[in-house]
């Protein structure tokens, strides 16, 4: 192993990602829920460099910042150094701009900024091998069904590696090569920096290539080795939105097969969208059609039914969740049971038991263990306690056009049908709630609170009969 104080990841990010056809920079198009670029940085964090290289120029600013906020939540802890590329002449000068950073460290690490599904296990294989046996560069190849558009690796008549021939430089026999450059290597920082100060332009569009430096240092009778993997999935390179779409169906199932593995039922794995980080417990069935997204943590024996929607949230086990639940940023504990169809908006919390029914949105708002909002009902900026029973078509009145208003309803009320709650409002334990009231004053506990007119029965003629 290099230890770690003379190794440098250097990625880069520089590229204009022109056939993106995109204004979002291409490291910050998302893949499993995370930046191509996240993904990136991770797989390098794993290696633990003493210093992680990022070049920019395309967007620089944009994914300065995007790196910058998001980092600590994607755990990169080695230092990020930032080196600007400023004539995006090709991979050779993106290495280039990061010179005073390379002059640092021994051996330095190049990954192309659009690999996202990379693995950190090959990266230190390589590791290992390359500080095993000393040498001027080793490149990751792998054996692609459809090489075009990626550098072939022609080899020698010994099979010892000779140069990487781009795509648009490739004659046809050079074409039928299955074997590319990943685009992932390491290189002797020495021998590196001087391969670089002799590199020409090349290609139709006069581009620097870093895949020259290989021949280079061959030529400075350094071994130059090509490490080989049989996955050939995790080399590739998004260049398009076709390629985007691959990436996110092949991390998708990565995904899915490391769920089923911890023991997750899902029925169909290929329908199943789940991000990356998206951690689930044993025998909870996944049913097809669901998308359980961000920071989501779903517990043991749960079951998530079709089209159900879940983003950043906690939930606990023993969980139902019925067809068509929609949930955000919200914490559902232990037997609790939602849908079908209920809305969970942001910093909604349901305790043990709690019930959300058919057409029920919850935002901001505690349910109490056990309480119940089975149909048809707006909760909003409330604290409910436990034991709490809420008949269909109940409204909290929390918005007055100006500013939101909390309302209370205490432990073991019962809520008649079709009430507004005209917050803020108060209902103490035990109150019951007659149906049809617009409660808009404080309710004593054990009381009943009635706010509506008194019904009036009138004849044909219009003369009252009774009330
Ligand atoms: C590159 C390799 C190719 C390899 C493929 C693997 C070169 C010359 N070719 O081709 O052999 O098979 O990756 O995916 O390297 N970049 C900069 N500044 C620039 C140009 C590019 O930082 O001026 C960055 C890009 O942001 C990208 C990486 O370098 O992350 C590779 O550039 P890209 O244009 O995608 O190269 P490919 O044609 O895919
Ligand atoms: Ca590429």
Not at 4 to 24: D, F, V, Y
Not at 84 to 101: F, N
Request: hydrophobic share 40%.
């Amino acid at each position: 192993m290099v230890a770690q104080k003379n190794l440098c990841i250097l990625i880069l990010a520089a590229g204009k990602g022109t056939r993106m056809k995109s204004s979002l920079p291409k490291p910050l198009h998302t893949v499993c829920g995370l930046p191509i670029i996240a993904h990136i940085l991770k797989a390098a964090q794993a290696l633990e460099p003493a210093a992680i290289g990022l070049v920019i120029g395309h967007g620089a600013d944009q994914v300065m910042s995007a790196v910058k906020a998001g980092m600590a939540s994607w755990g990169i802890t080695s230092p990020v150094v930032f080196a600007e590329q400023t004539d995006l002449s090709g991979s050779g000068s993106a290495v280039k701009a990061a010179l005073p950073l390379l002059q640092k460290f021994e051996t330095v690490f190049v990954l192309n900024g659009d690999t996202p599904l990379l693995l950190p296990s090959t990266l230190q294989q390589m590791l290992s091998v390359f500080e095993a046996q000393k040498q001027g560069a080793m490149v990751l190849g792998v054996s692609v069904p459809d090489p075009a558009g990626y550098g072939r690796i022609v080899r020698t008549p010994e099979g010892m590696f000779e140069a990487i021939v781009e795509d648009a430089d490739a004659d046809a026999e050079t074409k039928k090569i299955a074997e590319i450059n990943s685009g992932m290597y390491i290189f002797n920082s020495a021998a590196l920096q001087t391969a670089l100060s002799q590199l020409t332009p090349q290609g139709p569009k006069n581009e620097y290539y870093l895949t020259d430096t290989l021949s280079i240092i061959r030529q400075m009778t350094l071994p130059v080795t090509v490490f080989n993997s049989t996955d050939y999935e995790q080399a590739l390179g998004v260049n398009s939105k076709a390629q985007l779409a691959e990436a996110e169906q092949i991390m998708r199932l990565r995904t899915a097969k490391r769920l089923m593995d911890e023991g997750v039922t899902l029925v169909r794995p290929q329908d199943s969208y789940i991000d990356a980080e998206v951690q689930i417990g044993a025998d909870t069935r996944i049913e097809p059609g669901c998308h359980i997204y961000g920071k989501t943590v779903i517990g043991k024996n749960c079951l998530i039914e079709s089209g159900v929607y879940i983003k950043d949230s906690v939930i606990a086990d023993n969980v139902t969740i019925k067809m068509g639940t929609y949930i955000e940023e919200s914490e559902v504990a232990e037997e609790c049971q939602l849908g079908p169809y209920a809305h969970l908006r942001p910093k909604s919390v349901l305790k043990k038991g709690a019930k959300v029914g058919n057409f029920s949105e919850i935002k901001k708002s505690v349910i109490g263990e056990g309480s119940k909002v089975n149909h048809l009902s707006y909760i909003g900026d409330t604290q409910m306690g436990a034991g709490v029973n809420v008949g269909a078509g109940t409204i909290t009145c929390n918005y007055d056009g100006k500013n939101k208003h909390q309302t209370v309803i205490e432990d073991h009320v019962f809520v008649g049908s079709n009430v507004n709650f005209v917050a803020p409002v108060t209902v103490h334990e035990y109150a019951k709630i007659g149906a049809g009231s617009t409660i808009t004053k404080e309710i004593p506990a054990e009381s009943l609170g009635i706010a509506r007119s008194r019904q009036v029965v009138l004849e044909k003629k219009g003369v009252k009969k009774n009330d």
